[in-house]
């Protein structure tokens, strides 16, 4: 493009199976020039976009991840010789996405976007497990959070948030299940509350763990490679007395 500037797409890729990606996001991706995606966006996710490059951008802790200011100007750049351009990012984009960093730039740099919601990946855990997170008299509050502080921020009251709300979803937690369980318990959250912890939540390889908050730091044994939910709270009540195992971590059926 010369002597205009493209737009860009903040796209949700929802929880994992590509197939829960809005019809929307399926539309914006079909039309892509370029896409910058994420680690963990499943590859049918991406042939979506069958003209559009694909460059990934992806945050993984413990891998080579991309700087946040690097992709912003990779966004700016990019809607300067493309008419469309995509940032597709797992689950939502305005939730633990750093979708406002990117807004901010493209906002400095005059460049229009708009952002295309996506299925979280709490929404999608619990629907696979046929368990509300607002259930009729166990429930009224659910509190999204995570543990993860960039270096320079202030320190975070996530489990003080966590340990008052009905139920809670820790994103980005379970690397550190040991920690998040002693601090949690420390933040007044009993130590028999039930906990599910799923891994690869709506993928065919998807894992749930059943226990209670004590027992979370068994988690770390069990190697998770995918993203992984920690939920907690009454809503799992029954979830934690079906499992005669506490420790078992069962295939989740697919369709």
Same mark, same amino acid.
């Given at each position: 493009?010369?002597?205009?500037?493209?737009?860009?797409?903040?796209? +949700?890729?929802? !929880?994992?199976?590509?197939?829960?990606?809005?019809?929307?996001?399926?539309?914006?991706?079909? =039309?892509?020039?370029?896409?910058?995606?994420?680690?963990?966006?499943?590859? $049918?996710? /991406?042939?979506?976009?069958? #003209?559009?490059?694909?460059?990934?951008?992806?945050?993984?802790?413990?891998? %080579?991840?991309?700087?946040?200011? %690097?992709? =912003?100007?990779?966004?700016? $750049?990019?809607?300067?010789? @493309?008419?469309?351009?995509?940032?597709?990012?797992?689950?939502?984009?305005?939730?633990?996405? #750093?979708?406002?960093?990117?807004?901010?730039?493209?906002?400095?740099?005059?460049? !229009?976007?708009?952002?295309?919601?996506?299925?979280?990946?709490?929404?999608?855990?619990?629907?696979?497990?046929?368990?509300?997170?607002?259930?009729?008299? @166990?429930?009224? &509050? *659910?509190?999204?959070?995570?543990?993860?502080?960039?270096?320079?921020?202030? !320190? &975070?009251?996530?489990?003080? =948030?966590?340990?008052?709300?009905?139920?809670?979803?820790?994103?980005?937690?379970? +690397?550190?299940?040991?920690?998040?369980?002693?601090?949690?318990?420390?933040?007044?959250?009993?130590?028999?509350?039930?906990?599910?912890? *799923?891994? =690869?939540?709506?993928? !065919?390889?998807? #894992?749930?763990?059943?226990?209670?908050?004590?027992?979370?730091?068994?988690?770390?044994?069990? +190697?998770?490679? +995918?993203?992984?939910?920690?939920? /907690?709270? #009454? *809503? %799992?009540?029954?979830?934690?007395?079906?499992?005669?195992?506490?420790?078992?971590?069962?295939?989740?059926?697919?369709?």
């Amino acid at each position: 493009m010369v002597g205009s500037l493209g737009k860009v797409y903040l796209v +949700g890729a929802g !929880p994992g199976a590509a197939d829960l990606i809005t019809l929307r996001g399926a539309e914006v991706l079909k =039309n892509a020039d370029v896409v910058f995606h994420d680690a963990l966006v499943h590859p $049918d996710l /991406l042939a979506l976009a069958e #003209r559009g490059r694909k460059i990934a951008v992806g945050k993984r802790c413990g891998k %080579f991840t991309t700087a946040q200011q %690097f992709i =912003n100007k990779r966004l700016v $750049d990019a809607a300067r010789r @493309h008419a469309v351009v995509v940032r597709l990012k797992g689950g939502d984009p305005m939730l633990f996405g #750093r979708a406002q960093e990117e807004i901010a730039a493209l906002e400095a740099a005059g460049v !229009p976007y708009e952002v295309v919601p996506g299925v979280t990946a709490a929404l999608a855990a619990a629907a696979e497990a046929g368990i509300s997170l607002t259930q009729r008299g @166990h429930a009224r &509050s *659910v509190a999204f959070v995570t543990p993860r502080v960039a270096e320079g921020e202030a !320190p &975070s009251t996530w489990a003080q =948030n966590a340990a008052a709300a009905d139920t809670a979803v820790i994103y980005m937690g379970a +690397g550190e299940a040991e920690a998040v369980a002693a601090t949690l318990i420390a933040a007044g959250a009993p130590r028999k509350l039930p906990v599910l912890v *799923v891994e =690869n939540a709506t993928l !065919p390889e998807s #894992r749930r763990i059943a226990l209670t908050l004590e027992e979370l730091p068994q988690v770390a044994s069990y +190697g998770a490679t +995918g993203p992984t939910l920690i939920m /907690l709270g #009454r *809503v %799992f009540d029954a979830a934690l007395a079906a499992t005669s195992d506490p420790v078992s971590l069962p295939a989740c059926k697919t369709a």
